[in-house]
């Protein structure tokens, strides 16, 4: 008696073609609000933002003896572009246009006067002072004046972008704004500017203390 062959059916179950056709809707919406190929999605399913960090702990204190004499404002116009080799840059690449505007503050370290940088006559009415030469302190981005206004990607960049968020995206051209903004503020003369604003306030300060003559001057 022959046994008759059972074919063993191959079909997918029909859960699994509901599960698969839930996920393709999915990656083909979620793809559309990301590209904006679907317009007022985005309106519709609008993020909402929430503010759930912990409270600041102080970590450390320091003293400062330095006076902050002058500081300049600076804008600097970054324009980074990143290619890749043996491909076009509408496949793989990048160029981002940022504006980058900081603070640099320069300042005359009043902590390293010993006593022996301060000379004083015998009745008290002429005083002279010598102080360290200014420095200049960290350049700092101001984030309400900073932003990019293009941002050019090519097709691997920009699917790369549907499936993870890049928080640091901005921190190569952010770096180099900071750098510019610093070299900038080297060649700009804020040092001359803090000693001279320095010199003024300490003769200003010791006059009013009864001293007629006040000399103030920069060594090391």
Same mark, same amino acid.
Do not use: C
């Given at each position: 008696?022959?046994?008759?062959?059972?074919?063993?059916?191959?079909?997918?179950?029909?859960?699994?073609?509901?599960?698969? =056709?839930?996920?393709?809707?999915?990656?083909?919406?979620? =793809?559309?609000?990301?590209?904006?190929?679907?317009?007022?999605?985005?309106?519709?399913?609008?993020?909402?933002?929430?503010?759930?960090?912990?409270?600041?702990?102080?970590?450390?204190?320091?003293?400062?003896?330095?006076?902050?004499?002058?500081? #300049?404002?600076?804008?600097?116009?970054?324009?980074?572009?990143?290619?890749?080799?043996?491909?076009?840059?509408?496949?793989? #690449?990048?160029?981002?246009?940022?504006?980058?505007?900081?603070?640099?503050?320069?300042?005359?370290?009043?902590?390293?006067?010993?006593?022996?940088?301060?000379?004083?006559?015998?009745?008290?009415?002429?005083?002279?002072?010598?102080?360290?030469?200014?420095?200049?302190?960290?350049?700092?981005?101001?984030?309400?004046?900073?932003?990019?206004?293009?941002?050019?990607?090519?097709?691997?960049?920009?699917?790369?972008?549907?499936?993870?968020?890049?928080?640091?995206?901005?921190?190569?051209?952010?770096?180099?704004?900071?750098?510019?903004? #610093?070299?900038? =503020?080297?060649?700009?003369?804020?040092?001359?500017? =803090?000693?001279?604003?320095?010199? #003024?306030?300490?003769?200003?300060?010791?006059?009013?203390?009864?001293?007629?003559?006040?000399?103030?001057?920069?060594?090391?």
């Amino acid at each position: 008696m022959t046994t008759p062959i059972r074919r063993v059916s191959r079909r997918m179950p029909g859960w699994a073609k509901a599960v698969s =056709a839930v996920v393709l809707v999915l990656v083909v919406f979620f =793809a559309g609000i990301r590209l904006s190929l679907l317009p007022g999605l985005k309106d519709l399913f609008g993020t909402q933002t929430h503010d759930r960090s912990g409270p600041a702990l102080l970590q450390s204190i320091q003293d400062m003896s330095r006076y902050d004499a002058a500081s #300049g404002n600076f804008q600097v116009v970054v324009d980074l572009e990143k290619d890749t080799k043996f491909l076009p840059d509408a496949i793989r #690449g990048s160029r981002t246009l940022y504006i980058g505007a900081g603070t640099v503050d320069a300042y005359v370290d009043l902590g390293k006067v010993g006593k022996d940088d301060v000379t004083v006559n015998g009745d008290r009415t002429s005083a002279t002072i010598r102080l360290p030469h200014a420095a200049l302190g960290k350049p700092a981005l101001d984030p309400d004046r900073s932003y990019a206004v293009s941002k050019q990607r090519g097709l691997l960049d920009r699917i790369g972008d549907l499936f993870s968020d890049n928080p640091n995206s901005e921190q190569a051209v952010q770096k180099l704004a900071v750098k510019h903004i #610093g070299d900038a =503020a080297k060649e700009s003369g804020l040092t001359k500017r =803090a000693e001279t604003n320095t010199r #003024g306030m300490l003769q200003g300060l010791l006059r009013s203390l009864g001293f007629k003559e006040v000399h103030v001057t920069y060594a090391g």
